[in-house]
């Protein structure tokens, strides 16, 4: 089983909402990521979780806060995004840290800001 | 300043030809490369990989080959099928902060036609 499940698939927020995308693995990973992709565009690191703890933070704005409340569930709130954050918010997870292994991607939530 | 580049942004190939998607990277510390194949409004889904000290890879009908002297890298689908129609997107990984850090190419779009 190589399953990244992320919920809600769709969300509509305002720019004065706070809502949370959801990530969650049952394959035992202990690295987690959160991607961003916007049209036409590659995924672009956001964050990564490794053994719960944050290792990376591409410089992303404080509006995005992730959040690691165990190995297989991974958070990211979002409060008073703009416009421009609109896009796919893409989960990953791999066995390890460091290892020279593949990234496992779920389907995305695509996020849409008014 | 982009590390990764697919510098063909669409391939048309007819069916049970052999498509080529190339890519090509700047960073000498890239140590694992990666194919992922995405379809819209899903996320990636990995296809191949290979390590820097391997020159190919091998998997059904997906060949990656390497030639790192060159910065070069290039994935063969032989018989092409239609589908294998989706956006192809070449990653590098380095290790950063004793996490895995992935690099996307721009990914090229692949058309395989009747």
């Known amino acids: 089983d190589t399953e990244v499940t992320q919920t809600p698939k769709h969300l509509v927020m305002g720019m004065t909402n706070k809502k949370s995308l959801k990530c969650e693995q049952h394959?035992?990973?202990?690295?987690m990521y959160w991607y961003k992709q916007k049209a036409k565009k590659p995924p672009e690191l956001m964050f990564v979780?490794?053994?719960?703890?944050?290792?990376i933070n591409e410089s992303v704005p404080s509006r995005f806060s992730p959040e690691c409340p165990n190995s297989s569930l991974l958070n990211l709130h979002l409060h008073a995004l703009q416009p421009e954050d609109s896009a796919l918010y893409l989960c990953?997870?791999?066995?390890?840290?460091?290892?020279?292994?593949?990234?496992?991607f779920g389907p995305g939530t695509r996020l849409l800001v008014l | 300043d982009q590390q990764v580049k697919q510098n063909s942004p669409s391939l048309s190939v007819q069916e049970g030809r052999i498509s080529i998607l190339n890519c090509d990277y700047t960073?000498?510390?890239?140590?694992?490369f990666l194919w992922y194949k995405k379809y819209p409004a899903e996320g990636p889904t990995f296809l191949i990989s290979?390590?820097?000290?391997?020159d190919k890879n091998e998997d059904g009908r997906f060949t990656v080959f390497l030639n790192k002297s060159a910065k070069h890298l290039s994935l063969h689908i032989v018989p092409s099928q239609p589908g294998d129609s989706a956006v192809y997107f070449c990653?590098?990984?380095?290790?950063?902060?004793?996490?895995?850090?992935?690099?996307f190419g721009q990914g090229t779009r692949l058309t395989i036609n009747p």
């Open positions: 394959m035992g990973h202990r690295a």
């Open positions: 960073n000498s510390m890239f140590d694992y």
């Open positions: 290979i390590s820097s000290i391997k």
């Open positions: 979780y490794s053994y719960e703890k944050l290792s």
């Open positions: 990953a997870s791999k066995p390890t840290s460091s290892g020279l292994e593949t990234q496992y």
């Open positions: 990653a590098a990984s380095s290790i950063i902060q004793g996490a895995q850090k992935l690099v």
